[in-house]
């Protein structure tokens, strides 16, 4: 079946450090792929999409490009601040998985001063 | 604000009892999605339901109901409760299955169920 995997957290970084969350999946066919954010006692929220290769998804300084030849959707920030601590998932969305999200286990990222 | 509201925020409970969680998603979508996350699973996808109609199984225990009413509110319950259960449940709404996968979804601020 379809599944996600992402990098073994928890990531700490120092604030303006380059930030890389890499992300890799499992599926038939084209799917749709996404990026959540956790912030601490919060749902998730959307942070960036992709709907086809080579599509790139941005939002709040993040960037992450849907390749299909490594089946990869790694999550990017070129400098992190101290709010972007929270948790990120990586997620699919396919027909082959009757539409429903499929998460990866997520990974948390403190970004100290 | 994601304009999908859960209640309670919290609920505390025993063993062998029955809760109801409750979801009234976004204003015009019609589908939702109920999810549990817990330390040691993760976020896992539990039910979806669409115009009234369940959609989607996912990892729901026979113990674990849902549905969705006219008024497309959903309820979550969670009966013969056990510690395992203890848990953040979502929900999650999102506007149409036929255009489904370019939609997202969007998520509620989660019920925290504690069972002692």
């Known amino acids: 079946g379809d599944s996600v995997t992402q990098m073994e957290g928890p990531v700490t970084l120092s604030e303006e450090a380059f930030l890389t969350i890499n992300c890799t999946y499992t599926?038939?066919?084209?799917?749709?792929l996404f990026w959540y954010v956790q912030y601490p006692g919060e749902g998730l929220q959307l942070l960036l999409k992709a709907t086809k290769a080579d599509d790139k998804g941005s939002n709040k300084g993040f960037e992450a490009t849907y390749r299909k030849e490594t089946t990869s959707f790694h999550l990017e920030k070129g400098s992190v601040q101290v709010s972007d601590s929270a948790v990120y998932f990586c997620a699919l969305r396919s027909k082959t998985s009757y539409d429903k999200v499929i998460f990866g286990p997520g990974t948390s990222l403190s970004v100290i001063p | 604000d994601s304009g999908v509201t859960q209640t309670p925020k919290h609920l505390i409970t025993a063993t062998g009892q029955r809760v109801t969680l409750r979801c009234s998603p976004r204003s015009g979508d019609l589908s939702v999605y109920w999810y549990q996350q817990s330390l040691d699973q993760g976020l896992q996808f539990l039910i979806q339901?669409?115009?009234?109609?369940?959609?989607a199984k996912g990892n729901i225990l026979e113990r674990f109901s849902a549905q969705q009413f006219p008024d497309l509110h959903s309820e979550l319950n969670l009966s013969s409760l056990e510690l395992g259960d203890s848990a953040l449940y979502f929900c999650?709404?999102?506007?149409?299955?036929?255009?489904?996968?370019?939609?997202?979804?969007?998520f509620g601020p989660g019920t925290r169920l504690t069972v002692l």
């Open positions: 999650a709404s999102s506007v149409d299955l036929t255009s489904g996968l370019y939609n997202e979804q969007f």
């Open positions: 599926a038939t066919g084209y799917p749709s």
């Open positions: 339901y669409y115009n009234g109609e369940e959609r």
